[in-house]
């Protein structure tokens, strides 16, 4: 039988699905969420407000958790666990804010998450919603064991059978886009938006950043794959700049920004990544090539084919290669 949550709730360990009307009231507290220009403290105080005027409704309180996980970063989550631990210390024994202090620990640190969904088994072996949290954490990529999946997973429909297992980890925010930005320097559109379109690009990166970093779903490598890629990205986010302000005429803003990037590519030039500096010295190079800074150019080169001398590669020395020609082809026209 599917219980739901009413005025006269049944125990929690029988909960399924929210209340038609507590669900409705979810579903009108989290509107917020889907506007990417609100902050969370704007989109989660209607959650805040209905968790303080249904405090024991447990759907209130994970639909409160989910949207400080989907939207939130390291600070948030932290403060967010804090008070889930404080009201499981100052109800001992009770395993609805075991559960919930759990689940704010669940792709935090799942490990204990673990440990705190089997300790509210022990005081309830029918709490439905901690064999759906443990039969979710097994099913996961990072800590997969079908044995423990199928068996919470067979517990949890017995008692919730038209309910659904979430597959986490929930879908990262997308990389940013430079496209648009890049056509508008191609075709030299003095468009005054382009600035604002590569910065936008960046903080999504950034942010997508801070999104994978506090949660252990992913693995170390994952993490600095994302990492890496944000980057690289940099670099053709600088570069698109460099050319719009000189495409401007605004010579005041891109040598300084040129001078950063020069600076930048010595303080990578022993990091271990040398994908990350072969990048940023042909990206350097083609800007000193198109402002006609033949020196600096050439003096990239010379360290691009330092670092090529050490790890030979046949596509990066097509490349230096290319890059050596349009050298000499400019300086022959001096």
């Not at 403290?41 to 407000?49: K, S």
């Not at 620990?105 to 300790?119: D, H």
């Not at 919730?160 to 056509?183: R, V």
């Not at 990037?261 to 990544?273: A, E, K, N, V």
Request: proline residues 7%.
């Amino acid at each position: 039988m599917l219980w739901l949550c009413t005025g006269a709730a049944p125990a929690q360990s029988s909960v399924c699905e929210p209340s038609a009307e507590v669900g409705q009231q979810i579903e009108s507290a989290s509107k917020g969420l889907a506007s990417p220009t609100l902050t969370l403290e704007e989109v989660i105080e209607p959650l805040r407000d209905l968790r303080r005027r249904l405090p024991k409704d447990l759907f209130v309180h994970t639909r409160y958790q989910d949207a400080i996980k989907e939207r939130g970063v390291e600070g948030h989550l932290k403060e967010m666990l804090d008070e889930y631990l404080a009201l499981k210390n100052e109800h001992a024994d009770d395993p609805f804010y075991l559960y919930l202090y759990g689940r704010a620990l669940e792709g935090r640190s799942t490990p204990q998450a673990i440990s705190a969904m089997e300790e509210v088994l022990r005081f309830d072996p029918n709490f439905a919603l901690a064999h759906q949290a443990l039969a979710e954490i097994y099913g996961s990529a990072r800590f997969r064991d079908p044995k423990k999946e199928k068996s919470e997973r067979a517990q949890f429909l017995a008692a919730c059978s038209t309910s659904a297992i979430p597959s986490p980890p929930g879908a990262l925010p997308p990389p940013g886009d430079l496209a648009q930005a890049e056509n508008l320097v191609a075709q030299r559109n003095p468009n005054t938006d382009v600035p604002e379109l590569v910065y936008q690009a960046m903080q999504r990166d950034a942010w997508r950043l801070q999104r994978i970093r506090p949660f252990d779903w992913y693995t170390v490598e994952e993490k600095k794959q994302v990492a890496r890629e944000g980057q690289l990205k940099q670099w053709s986010a600088w570069s698109l700049l460099v050319r719009y302000y000189r495409n401007t005429d605004q010579q005041d803003k891109a040598s300084p920004l040129l001078e950063e990037m020069q600076g930048r590519l010595d303080r990578i030039q022993t990091d271990p990544d040398p994908d990350l500096f072969w990048a940023a010295g042909a990206t350097l190079t083609a800007l000193y090539l198109e402002g006609n800074q033949l020196d600096s150019a050439r003096e990239t080169l010379k360290r691009m084919e330092t670092v090529l001398v050490k790890q030979p590669d046949r596509k990066r020395s097509a490349e230096l290669a290319r890059l050596k020609a349009k050298l000499k082809g400019r300086a022959a026209k001096r």
